[in-house]
């Protein structure tokens, strides 16, 4: 019973599931934890879930849950600057993207390495219970224009990642 409801919480996509796709990513992309500690973490991020009542976290412990997932990966890169934008609050008019991405781009001054991570942008989008194709073009495009932000107005030495989760 309980390994059935960990698996169909584990297909929504919540907040417990972007922390462990988070996760997931940083173990393979130059993290300092081992397996054993990623996998350590994860089965937390699972216990948290089955402990919660509600799919959404606070915008304050996403938020802090977030920063001690990249602590735990990165402990001694204490210089090593991110962001996190969550899509799901703020406005996702083209206008405010352009302008909070530059505030985002703007944060990283000072810095030679960083990382912008951004989530919920999907179910920002989503109207409805459906995914359409129409949504999944949107979606497409609004990750482009994000992308591109960012690449125009980056500093040229500036080793800067964007990480859509």
Not at 21 to 28: I, M, P, Q, T, Y
Not at 29 to 36: L, M
Not at 87 to 105: G, P, Q, T, Y
Request: aromatic letters at 10%; glycine letters at 4%.
């Amino acid at each position: 019973m309980a390994g059935e409801r960990v698996t169909k919480a584990a297909a929504k996509r919540d907040d417990y599931t972007r922390l462990q796709n988070l996760n997931a990513l940083f173990s393979v992309i130059g993290s300092v934890s081992t397996r054993e500690e990623t996998l350590q973490l994860q089965r937390t991020l699972s216990f948290m879930r089955e402990n919660d009542e509600g799919s959404q976290m606070s915008m304050k412990s996403f938020e802090h849950c977030i920063e001690q997932v990249v602590r735990f990966h990165f402990p001694q890169k204490r210089g090593f600057h991110f962001t996190h934008w969550n899509a799901r609050s703020r406005s996702i008019d083209l206008l405010w993207v352009r302008a909070s991405i530059l505030d985002f781009v703007q944060s990283f001054n000072g810095t030679n390495r960083g990382l912008l991570l951004v989530s919920g942008l999907r179910e920002s989008l989503k109207v409805g219970k459906r995914w359409t194709s129409r949504k999944e073009r949107e979606y497409q495009e609004l990750r482009f224009f994000i992308e591109e932000l960012v690449l125009k107005n980056a500093r040229q030495e500036l080793d800067l990642s964007v990480l859509f989760f």
